[in-house]
């Protein structure tokens, strides 16, 4: 009887049903990324590390597959790459949605909550009703286990129905909090102090600049080694537009934000239609570069991706640096380190002439890949989840020096009709030398790309037939160059 009634607790808590549903075999399913285990994700949350364990919390729906009932998932890792789930942290209550925010260790206690000794972990987050987005706030004295909801919430309220989606850092220089959040009506970031994350106080205002398309949301303010000379740290500063990314790299005095990054352009960290809502750790070891995780969906389609019990799963983590090309800083990523161990076999391993197609029997569509090549002077590059007719396409314009994504040939796309178009996707890319290295990233519905050495990424969403397993190297009019070729099966994390 004691047994049943455990069994029952356990179907109650959602935990058993995780086990008990979720094979993580599911067609589409990440095997390298993160993804919950069922229902809703969208945001990553309160990216901190804090004793060898990496947190993710993340937007979630326990309810159902689809947005709704804002509540944070919570997993860790030890690695960036293995996860393991935990229980919901922070849930909804009373009418009030747990939006997207933050999460830091209070070392010094700042705050006076930890009693003896005790370190308290805290999230600010936004609460939401339908009237009125305010910061609230939430902390834990067990590794973020459990969270108690402060009393006197909110602790940052303007009155508006949109202002959201905090992010805090300890600014060292002058000894207190900084907190970016968005009016994302007005396309700015307002900075506010504290020197106890209870009361904040506004130090300053960045906005409207670069992409102002649509509603901003979940910025960030960040130190970046910059390549090659890692004790030069440039202050990036992040966005979300609608549907994609921005950057601004410059400096930050403790007050406010000096954009370096020229003006009227717009520059991403990613160039892909699935790259959202990304935000970098906090409380890294210090030997470690910024790691950004985002969102691989897309606000167009999201809630209409084929995938069950599960709805979208994060990019890989990306580590981040600048370097600057004449009058303007780029920002290189590329996935964290612990990726690299996840490489399996290697099926394919050569030089070769590509004049027209050459194709690899992968029979998969878990790999990575890695092309080193002089592109044609047509289009060249590489297709994945190539199978009677369809394919996804990974290439290079020589003509209109156009690096691009594209996914119209893929099969099922009509679950929405902003994700059949458009299919393409591309961006301005000169090459040095007419020389190209492609980094591709293919985990089963989700394909990310790594040009130069992190100079462009692009992140996109497929959905690919049973049978369209194949990787092929194309060009559309002369020889591409292939120097070297690598394709590799991808391990699974989640066995
Ligand atoms: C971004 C966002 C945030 C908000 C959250 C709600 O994707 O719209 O602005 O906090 O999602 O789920």
């Given amino acids: 009887m004691k047994n049943y009634f455990i069994l029952f607790c356990l179907l109650c808590t959602g935990s058993f049903i995780h086990a008990q549903t979720a094979t993580y075999k599911e067609k589409y399913r ?62 909804e209550e009373n009418g009030i949605m747990i939006f997207s925010g933050t999460c830091i260790v209070d070392k010094n206690n700042t705050i006076g909550f930890g009693k003896n000794g005790a370190i308290p972990m805290v999230a600010i987050y936004t609460g939401h009703t339908n009237t009125n987005q305010s910061q609230h706030l939430a902390y834990s004295f067990d590794k973020g286990r459990t969270w108690k909801k402060y009393a006197q919430n909110p602790i940052l309220d303007l009155h508006k129905k949109d202002f959201r989606d905090p992010k805090v850092f300890w600014y060292a ?10 009016l994302p009506l007005d396309h700015k970031v307002q900075f506010y102090k504290s020197s106890n994350l209870l009361q904040w106080a506004l130090l300053s205002e960045f906005g409207p600049a670069g992409d102002i398309s649509g509603i901003w949301e979940c910025p960030d303010l960040f130190q970046v080694p910059v390549a090659g000379n890692a004790s030069i740290k440039k202050w990036v500063l992040t966005n979300s537009i609608s549907t994609a990314m921005q950057y601004f ?73 600048v370097r600057k090309d004449a009058d303007k800083w780029i920002l290189l990523n590329k996935p964290a380190e612990g990726i690299e161990k996840l490489k399996g076999e290697l099926l394919a391993d050569e ?54 994504i594209d996914r119209s040939h893929t099969a099922n796309q009509s679950f929405n009709k902003n994700f059949e178009a458009p299919g393409r996707f591309e961006i301005p890319f000169v090459l040095k030398d007419n020389h190209l290295v492609l980094h591709i990233y293919f985990d089963n519905s989700l394909i990310e790309v790594f040009a130069n050495n992190g100079e462009a990424a692009m992140t996109m969403q497929v959905f690919p037939a049973d049978n369209d397993n194949s990787v092929a190297l194309f060009s559309t009019s002369g020889a591409a160059t292939f120097n070297s070729i690598k394709i590799w099966k991808m391990k699974s994390t989640w066995e």
């Avoid at 220089?173 to 968005?182: D, L, R």
Wanted: hydrophobic share 35%.
């Fill in 30 to 91: 990440p095997q390298f990324h993160f993804s919950p285990a069922i229902n809703w994700t969208n945001d990553p949350n309160g990216l901190v590390y804090y004793n060898g364990e990496y947190h993710i919390f993340y937007q979630h729906n326990p309810f159902e597959n689809k947005w709704g009932h804002m509540t944070w998932g919570h997993a860790i890792s030890t690695d960036l790459v293995h996860w393991h789930h935990l229980p919901l942290a922070i849930k």
């Fill in 351 to 404: 030089s070769v002439l590509v004049s027209d197609k050459k194709t690899y029997d992968t029979t998969g569509t878990q790999l990575e890949i890695e092309a080193d090549m002089q592109p044609s002077t047509g289009s060249s590059g590489v297709q994945l989840a190539v199978g009677n007719g369809h394919y996804a396409e990974v290439g290079y314009d020589l003509a209109a020096q156009k690096l691009y």
């Fill in 173 to 182: 220089p002058k000894q207190y909090w900084v907190m970016a959040v968005v």
């Fill in 249 to 321: 790299v410059g400096e930050f005095d403790g007050i406010s934000f000096h954009n370096e990054s020229p003006a009227g352009g717009v520059f991403r960290p990613d160039y892909g239609p699935d790259f959202y809502a990304g935000i970098t750790y906090n409380q890294l070891p210090a030997s470690q570069k910024p790691v950004m995780i985002a969102w691989a969906n897309n606000w167009g389609y999201a809630n209409d991706i084929p995938t069950t019990p599960w709805k979208s799963a994060m990019t890989l983590p990306r580590e981040m640096t």
